[in-house]
Nanobody, 123 residues
Framework: QVQLVESGGGLVQPGGSLRLSCAAS????????MGWYRQARGKQRELVAT???????NYADSVKGRFTISRDNAKNTVYLQMNSLKPEDTAVYYC?????????????????WGQGTQVTVSS
């Protein structure tokens, strides 16, 4: 079983910055595709950014140029640096790990989520 623990959320003024962290337990981190998602009140969960095991990144159009996802495989941690925050960035942010474990003659896909961390952008 893998546990993902997010931290770094909080209250910030518009234009401010926050850095979210997601620490993963277990031995699968280095070959997992990691992602950050968010869910605002009354809305569906949406993708914010992803980073593959090889380091390729992908961003939602709404955060391009403002957010940066990165990973440190030595620390089993993925980060989300959020700059120029806007009130519409207010949401619970969730960390996600997914991938496939290959065994002899079989494979298992996995998809794990953290408990979420609240980000509130308000003056």
């Amino acid at each position: 079983q893998v546990q993902l623990v997010e931290s770094g959320g909080g209250l910030v003024q518009p234009g401010g910055s926050l850095r979210l962290s997601c620490a993963a337990s277990g031995s699968i981190f280095s070959f997992s595709n990691m992602g950050w998602y968010r869910q605002a009140r009354g809305k569906q969960r949406e993708l914010v950014a992803t980073i593959t095991s090889g380091g390729s990144t992908n961003y939602a159009d709404s955060v391009k140029g403002r957010f940066t996802i990165s990973r440190d495989n030595a620390k089993n941690t993925v980060y989300l640096q959020m700059n120029s925050l806007k009130p519409e960035d207010t949401a619970v942010y969730y960390c996600n790990a997914r991938g496939t474990i290959h065994y002899t003659g079989s494979e298992r896909q996995y998809d794990y989520w953290g408990q979420g961390t609240q980000v509130t952008v308000s003056s």
